[in-house]
């Protein structure tokens, strides 16, 4: 480019001098024929620099519209993805929520921007999230995903049991914390019933076996199946109930 600005200026000052003969004597044909070259030549770079630009630039709106696509591709993922998710900073400042976590808490997306997530916690669940925040500054390339269990505090309504996820990610040079929150209500409504089920028979409502040599076979096919494990324990009180 600064190649061409200087054929650019070179033919200016021989045009300069050219009018300047013009003005004393007739202009010689050699140097109006070298001048009119130079000029045509200077043209054609201009005409190619041009369509270099051209393409430049169509190619600098195509990756910005394949980035913006993507943006909003992670965007929609994000936003309708099934569970709670919400994006922090370093401190547990709220940057962003989806749609589920902004059902969950009953609140707007927009009023969860700049606010810390201890402020949905449940009081008794507050330490164990200053702890992973404070872990996580002090050495953040070694900790590993930490998934722990509390209580969500929507603005309306009981607390909702929840299973935290946390996992580290970067953006430029700072560092930003994304917050898996799954709703485990049920799993926890099923929990208490089956531990109900497994010492209490359902008619006396006094401690059974049954249900232990029922269930466990299902509990134990159903770990197979995901590929989880199961841990049981059981004490025998010498056959108090026949």
Request: zero cysteines; charged letters at 25%.
């Amino acid at each position: 480019m600064s190649r061409m600005f200087d054929r650019i200026k070179a033919v200016q000052q021989r045009a300069l001098l050219l009018h300047q003969y013009a003005s004393e004597s007739p202009i010689q044909p050699e140097l109006l024929a070298l001048a009119l070259d130079d000029l045509n030549l200077v043209l054609e770079e201009l005409r190619t620099a041009h369509e270099d630009l051209m393409q430049q630039n169509q190619a600098l709106a195509s990756y910005r519209q394949q980035l913006e696509t993507e943006r909003q591709r992670y965007q929609d993922l994000f936003n309708l993805a099934p569970d709670g998710y919400l994006v922090s900073d370093e401190k547990g400042m709220i940057q962003a929520g989806n749609v589920a976590i902004s059902a969950l808490l009953k609140r707007p997306q927009s009023a969860l921007v700049g606010k810390p997530m201890v402020l949905f916690l449940a009081a008794k669940h507050r330490r164990a999230l200053y702890d992973v925040l404070a872990l996580l500054s002090r050495t953040p390339q070694a900790v590993p995903t930490k998934t722990w269990e509390a209580k969500l505090l929507p603005r309306e309504g009981e607390a909702i049991d929840v299973a935290i996820t946390v996992s580290i990610g970067r953006e430029g040079e700072s560092m930003r914390l994304l917050w898996l929150i799954r709703d485990i209500t049920e799993k926890k409504q099923v929990e208490a019933k089956i531990r109900r089920q497994a010492f209490y028979d359902q008619l006396t409502q006094l401690p059974n076996r049954a249900f232990l040599d029922t269930y466990l076979p299902k509990v134990l096919a159903q770990a197979k199946r995901q590929q989880t494990q199961v841990a049981v324990a059981f004490l025998d009180l010498g056959r108090v109930i026949k």
